[in-house]
């Protein structure tokens, strides 16, 4: 079977600066791999790629065997990838619920006319968003749940913010979810509850996961496989511990001596 | 993909088993803000609103609007209902684009000339095409919803600002166009240059002829209680999330799967088209368009309706647009002064009410003003006669108490330019003083203003009613952004 | 030397030196708008009718010593003296509007400060009907300064002071032309080489991390608008000088003209004021000269539609660049 998602000879330069060169990486269905790097490395760079946002100079990426090249990023969205922003990019002014709702849009089909008349199928699929939103949520235990649906999404902490960041990806009922730094700015406790989140996303929810972490801890906790990038190239891939005691990977993080020390 | 299956439980309260505590949920720690927001009248009318829910409201509005023709005249009924209801249509055909996509559209009133003027053509002497309005109305909500698909198109490369100009000269191009270039075309003026197009046909559906104020009207309230439907039903759907999400954020809505280009380009065909529908009926009831009417002055009117409601508010649109026309309706040139006059020291009093806290500072400010200008009118008359041998523009009980309050001089052209520029600054001081500062400084400024009033604005209403409304919108934005009945809004700088 | 062509080479010398002339006024309109668009994101729709008081300003100083027919005092010093009144004057309304009826919304939803503005234009515009009237007052530039006013006479302002090709050039034209250029100059060693123009460039770039390194970010954008309304001030008495009559809105067209400049050159951008205002004065004045005056405006509005469609960000403006 073809990996899921495939990175082939890719290529990104903004001016004169190579930015990722010759990325050559795969997910397979069902895995979760964390793509690891200092800043500047390039990570979010892919995944903009990936969805579409930036044009690849060289080289092909292609979901499920199919090529993505051209796409706008709300068709690749409905092709089955989904994602969240380093920087939370949510739809503050708008609730909760509404948030995740928002994103059912690329597999909905009720149309301008039938929704002014509010014609049966039109409503009966508002329902079902609706429902499909609040499953979302539910994933999260009790915080977004209940009165919280209706609630603004800028009055969320900012724990809640990530969290509903990430259910706001699933709303678009994607295949492959890529997840951004999801654990930056979060304490232990909620650290640990994110570990946890992400597993149960694969096990309970049956997503396939990228995830960019700069946390060991998570990184450790849920990879299958980590892919580790420096200067827009791959300079790492395996398991955990083989990544973790790369020459290559503790030079990128902590310099030279610290990887000829040790 | 299915997601844990079952809905937990709602709980009572978030994270049962703390309290919330002030400072870690941000909600609790906003509940001091949500609480000034909604103090005073705006307070007031917000929770009103909540209550009655949409479907009630606007039975509530169309009741008390059917009700308009048993009581008004056909002059009134046609400044105070019909064009109230026009400026509705405007204000939603606006809103859809501004208020639902967030896209700053400047030239929106183009499509409200460019229907008018087509269905002029369509439905006059000009060339002699008389078609019936089962025919015309359709055709031009098409036509003007193609052109707002042809404006989009170029504008979807364009960031918000960007946006605002090339409409905005959009917009001019028109007025230039109808105005001044006014092709010739099978032998006469297409636009009819600086005259517009006169003798147009009222609407008529099958035969029947709305040629009555009273019939125009109630066709009116049909259309806006049936678009105002629609619309409520449309922000409700999966388009209208998705208007607001593209709204909120471009870039995170294109990576949520919505077609933010096409969405775009839907919002400017559907305002382009009730702006278009608005013409038509503008058209068929002033049976005769000009230039002048789809100028910048009645752009900003159309804004401020839809500001001063609350962007994105359907009801707000209804109530602005209500306000602003009663207003500008009250205060026409052709009105007698003392409504005018009316209605200017009314509002004062109004701001003053509402504004001045203590009853005592109240009182003490009302007295002061009358003090003041009874003793200022009294000396001046004593020391300098000419200074107050003016007499009060046009009668009315108000106009003689206020002859002998206000200076009013003869031949002294001067004077009321001075008093304007000095009440101008007057003015501007008062913002920059606080607490009991401001409340001594209110005593003279106010009286300044009822000089001003009485000299300069009595005389010129038309130009006072256009500087009045610049100054409230100023005083509007800079004391309240999200307009009289919006939410503050989170916005991504 | 002859010209091949039977192409009328005197009318389109003449265009084209109308055209400079006028390019210089939206020039010097296009910077105010381009100035503060940079600094703040604001599109200042009230800009052009600070030129328009600029313009009454000047007259007031031509009306106080003596009018256009009887000067007290010689045509030279008069002049200065326009300019300086109107470009502080103006430079002052500036100041006023800006810290009154922007700096309250500089975190307001976008729309609110557009709002704020026109509301601005319509009050200034229509205080200036309300204290002066509807009536044209004119510069009588023709004959200002004349010896001989009663007989015609014209005076010095419309003096040739070289000819091409048979063309006059007029001394008020040379005058347009040379202070725009020199105010422009200034301009441009001022942003790049003091402090208060180092400032107002950090605040353009990121208005947070300027406060925070220590830029009163207020005074700097008092006096971006502070600059920008004496740019409009001093155009504004151009055109009194240049056309003669001035007269209440004349603010709203030139207004949008200076703006098409500063779009069509690059919002944002000083070089691209300058040449976006040069274009639009060229291309009102040849469109005035061959295509008719009836389509000579929309022919403007065209050349901006164009010009944004093919490059967005105008033909020098930043291309700008969002980190996702």
Sequence with gaps: MPPLLQLQGVRKSFGGLRVIDGLNLHVDEGEIVSLIGPNGAGKTTVFNLVTGIYAADDGEIAFAGRSTAGLPPHKITRLGIARTFQTLRLFLNMTVKENVMAAAYGHTKATVVESMLRLPRARREEREIARMAEEKLGFFGQRLVGYRWDQPAYSLSYANRRRLEIARAMGSNPRLLLLDEPAAGMNPAETHEMTELIGRLRTDGGYTILVIEHDMHVVEGISDRVVALDHGVKIAEGSFEQVATNELVVEAYLGLKAAEAG | MDAGGTIPEPPAAPDERERPRVGVDEWVARVEERRETHRGLAGVAHRVLRFVPPPARLALFVAVAATLPLWMGRGDLFAYGIFTLLYVLLGLGLNVVVGYAGLLDLGHIAFFGFGAYLYALLSSEQYGIHWPATATVPLVVAATALLGLLLGIPSRRLLGDYLAIVTLFFGQAFVFFVNAANPTVAGKGLTGGPNGIADIDPLSFFGYELASRRQQFYFLLLAVALILTGLHFLSESRTGRAWRALREDPLAAEAMSIPVNRLKLLAFAFGAAIAGFTGCIFASVLTAVTAGNFGIPLLITIYAIVILGGVGSLTGVVIGAVVINMSFQFLAPENPQDNARLLFYSLIILLLVLTIRPLWKLAAVFGGVVVLGAVVERLVEALAPSWTGGVVVEGGRLAGAVGHWVIIPTGHGRFANVAYVSLVAAVLLLTRLHGNARIVALVPTIYLAAVVWETSFVEQPAVARWILFGALLVSLMTVRPQGLLGTPRVEIV | ?324
Aim: net charge neutral; charged share 10%; no cysteine.
């Design chain 3, 1 to 324: 030397m002859e010209l091949p062509l039977a192409f009328d080479a005197q009318l389109f010398i003449q265009l084209t030196v109308n055209g400079v002339t006028l390019g210089s006024l939206y020039a010097l309109i296009a910077l105010g708008y381009s100035l503060v668009y940079g600094i703040l994101k604001l599109l200042n729709f009230a800009h052009g009718d600070v030129y328009m008081v600029g313009a009454f300003i000047g007259y007031g100083v031509l009306t106080a010593l003596g009018g256009p027919l009887s000067l007290d005092i010689a045509l030279v010093p008069l002049i200065v003296l326009m300019f300086l009144a109107a470009m502080l004057g103006s430079g002052a309304l500036g100041v006023l509007i800006e810290r009154f009826a922007y700096r309250p919304l500089r975190d307001a939803p976008r729309l609110a400060p557009l709002i704020s503005a026109l509301g601005v234009s319509f009050f200034l515009q229509n205080s200036a009907l309300l204290l002066l009237g509807a009536g044209f007052r004119s510069y009588d530039s023709f004959l200002l300064g004349s010896k001989q006013p009663e007989l015609f006479v014209p005076g010095p302002l419309v003096d040739p002071v070289f000819v091409i090709h048979g063309v006059n050039v007029q001394t008020i034209q040379v005058v347009v032309v040379s202070v725009t250029v020199g105010l422009m100059v200034a301009l441009t060693l001022f942003v790049a080489r003091t402090q208060l123009g180092k400032a107002m460039r950090a605040t353009a770039f990121d208005r947070e991390a300027a406060a925070m390194m220590g830029i009163d970010v207020d005074r700097v954008i008092a006096s971006t608008f502070f600059i920008g309304s004496v740019l409009a001030g001093a155009a504004g008495v151009m055109f009194g000088l240049l056309f003669s009559q001035v007269f209440h809105l004349m603010g709203f067209l030139a207004g949008l003209k200076g703006f098409t400049a500063a779009v069509v050159g690059g919002i944002g951008s000083i070089p691209g004021a300058m040449l976006g205002g040069l274009l639009v004065g060229l291309a009102e004045s040849y469109a005035a000269g061959y295509v008719g005056g009836r389509w000579s405006d929309l022919f403007v509005f065209g050349i901006l539609i164009l010009v944004l469609l093919v490059r967005p960000s105008g033909l020098l403006g930043a291309r700008a660049i969002n980190k996702v």
